[in-house]
């Protein structure tokens, strides 16, 4: 069983920074495609950054500039360095991964979500 378990969350002032991981379980290849969603209160979920294994990455507009997605292909975790932080970023932070070519284990998964929320 795929899991993926988001951490790193929390409150901070505009301006500021946090550091968002993502570990995969269950899982002894790397995996495809390891993103960044988030979803704020009323509005539909939206891809922040994603990277490829291969190291191809994409970032939402808004972001741009600001926040930096890595991961560690070894070990199935990704994260999301986030600086300049803004009000506008507040959100629920979720850890996405796309699993091709596996069987039974492809498709896509889901973490639980982190909540960031950035005050003024």
């Known amino acids: 069983q795929v899991q993926l378990v988001e951490s790193g969350g929390g409150l901070v002032q505009a301006g500021g920074s946090l550091r968002l991981s993502c570990a995969a379980s269950g899982v002894t290849f790397s995996i495809n495609i390891m993103g960044w969603y988030r979803q704020a209160p009323g509005k539909q979920r939206e891809l922040v950054a994603a990277l490829t294994s291969g190291g191809s990455t994409n970032y939402a507009d808004s972001v741009k500039g600001r926040f930096t997605i890595s991961r560690d292909n070894a070990k199935n975790t990704v994260y999301l360095q986030m600086n300049g932080l803004k009000p506008e970023d507040t959100a629920v932070y979720y850890c996405?991964?796309?699993?091709?070519?596996?069987?039974?284990?492809?498709?896509?998964?889901w973490g639980q979500g982190t909540q960031v929320t950035v005050s003024s």
């Open positions: 996405h991964a796309l699993i091709l070519f596996r069987g039974s284990d492809s498709g896509n998964y």
